[in-house]
């Protein structure tokens, strides 16, 4: 049976630590754990008692993108491609930004894809020396889905975004911090203990306070236009994920499969 990884909550007191758990795939999100994200930042959003929250990756990774090899089975259907999403993805990532608790990321190794997605629904990001950030999906044959390409950028930057989609860039946690997506950088070794720290500091200040700071920052930073284009599109008629079953597509998804170059 396939594993499907999972996203694993402890909880700690006043401070909840959500973990990306994929085993060998450097916790690359499966549709299971989209869907999971989502339950779980609705069910931290309805407790009054969480003052922080920390997500995280396993094994020393954040999150490496999505499970491609899920992909054959649904990515071709324009249908599935448009729920996956329009549903499973967004509908985590719209979890995490209407959580009212202010929420850290600890970056540690491979961010990439869905990786910095989720991180960019965080308010505060620190990161090992080592994290690497990026979205090479070019190498797939598919575009990143317009609300999330949205999301990213205004995290990231425009120009930074344009470099990670268009030309499949990698960057390192310096470059990422010049950009201010992230706000500190630990060596390897002490990430762990700083994340600690900061969400003991957190935690100890006023809980409604930080909440209502989230209500305000949330209406003054609400992702651009962009962010209603697929569904604009799809009533205009020029529906984003009519590649579906395009031969690009196809070819980049398999060949990633099939552990070969891809012919474009």
């Given at each position: 049976m396939e594993i499907q990884g999972s996203v694993q909550v402890r909880r700690d007191r006043q401070v909840v630590w959500v973990t990306l758990d994929h085993d060998r795939k450097y916790n690359a999100m499966s549709r299971a754990m989209w869907r999971s994200l989502k339950t779980v930042f609705e069910e931290i959003q309805q407790d009054a008692q969480v003052r922080c929250v920390v997500v995280r990756g396993a094994r020393g990774h954040f999150c490496a993108g999505g499970d491609i090899a899920e992909y054959p089975s649904?990515?071709?259907?324009?249908?599935?491609?448009?729920?996956f999403h329009e549903e499973e993805v967004w509908g985590g990532l719209q979890a995490m930004l209407d959580c009212d608790v202010p929420i850290v990321a600890q970056i540690e190794g491979f961010?990439?894809?869905a990786g910095v997605e989720i991180a960019s629904c965080c308010d505060i990001r620190i990161a090992s020396s080592a994290a690497r950030f990026g979205a090479p999906i070019a190498r797939l044959g598919f575009p990143m889905a317009p609300k999330e390409a949205a999301l990213v950028a205004q995290a990231v930057g425009a120009s930074t975004a344009r470099a990670m989609l268009l030309a499949a860039e990698i960057f390192d946690a310096d470059y990422m911090q010049r950009r201010n997506f992230l706000m500190q950088i630990f060596s390897e070794e002490e990430?762990?203990?700083q994340a600690l720290q900061l969400t003991i500091r957190m935690a100890a200040l006023a809980p409604q306070a930080a909440r209502l700071n989230k209500q305000t920052f949330?209406?003054?930073n609400r992702p651009p236009a962009l962010m209603d284009t697929a569904q604009a599109a799809i009533e205009s008629g020029a529906n984003p994920y009519a590649y579906a079953n395009s031969a690009e597509h196809r070819e980049g998804v398999m060949a990633f499969t099939e552990k070969r170059k891809p012919q474009f």
């Open positions: 649904f990515r071709f259907d324009a249908a599935e491609l448009e729920t961010c990439m894809g990430i762990a203990t949330r209406a003054l």
